[in-house]
């Protein structure tokens, strides 16, 4: 089976710039999370869906980011404007069953913001 | 809130040789999950070893093994016969059955380098 697919592999974008992350799942993974790692940190949370629905997005650290699931389907997650400390490499992840058996990951987007 | 911590920013190892990666974690409950996860240098993270807190045998999976001290709140990775391919990222990380969310809480990270 396909893995989590993510791109951009790389995106370097200006201060005040929009991106737009996009990951697909796992075909019938129902659940997707996305995570951010800013270098030398740790892996945190941003949100996670549950098919199309949100069912917790408390690590968004703040209203210019934007996460959607358009029919369950795959995912974009979408910063405007970005900011110099949004650069980072942005993990998403999917799992049919939850987080209790762990995830399988993609391989992550690098943001430069500059 | 739990968090996870990873002393070690750098390890590394000779080839064919066993090196433990640590990791400790503070919580106040009494049943959770633990998960070493494994990023190469082609950025894809990949669940290493699993462990459930409530089982008192140690998680083995073929050269990996934890040490896993429910008391002392440890998690350590062992990694036997260390190989070339297992140079890379190694992020310990847990997850708390009761809360009503499914993250994971994972640490900084121990990057292990492997020398032939």
């Known amino acids: 089976e396909a893995g989590v697919t993510q791109f951009p592999s790389h995106s370097v974008i200006e201060k005040g710039q929009t991106v737009t992350l996009r990951c697909d799942p796992i075909?019938?993974?129902?659940?997707l999370y996305w995570y951010r790692r800013v270098m030398g940190k740790e892996i945190k949370f941003l949100l996670h869906f549950v098919k199309e629905s949100k069912q917790d997005e408390s690590g968004m650290p703040n209203n210019r980011f934007l996460a959607e699931r358009t029919g369950g389907t795959y995912s974009t997650l979408k910063v405007q404007p970005a900011e110099l400390e949004d650069s980072g490499v942005y993990f998403c992840?999917?799992?049919?069953?939850?987080?209790?058996?762990?995830?399988?990951f993609g391989s992550g987007t690098r943001l430069t913001v500059v | 809130a739990q968090t996870v911590t990873q002393s070690q920013p750098e390890m590394s190892v000779q080839e064919a040789e066993t090196v433990t990666l640590s990791c400790t974690y503070d919580t106040s409950e009494s049943d959770y999950y633990l998960f070493w996860y494994k990023q190469p240098p082609s950025r894809q993270m990949i669940l290493v070893i699993r462990q459930e807190a409530y089982k008192q045998q140690n998680a083995t999976e073929n050269r990996f093994s934890v040490n896993f001290q429910k008391a002392a709140k440890s998690f350590s990775l062992k990694i036997s016969d260390s190989q070339l391919g297992d140079a890379a990222m190694y992020f310990c990380a847990y997850r708390s059955p009761y809360e009503d969310t499914d993250k994971l809480i994972f640490g900084t990270g121990t990057r292990l380098q492997v020398f032939p």
């Open positions: 992840a999917s799992s049919q069953d939850g987080a209790d058996y762990g995830y399988t």
């Open positions: 075909s019938g993974h129902d659940n």
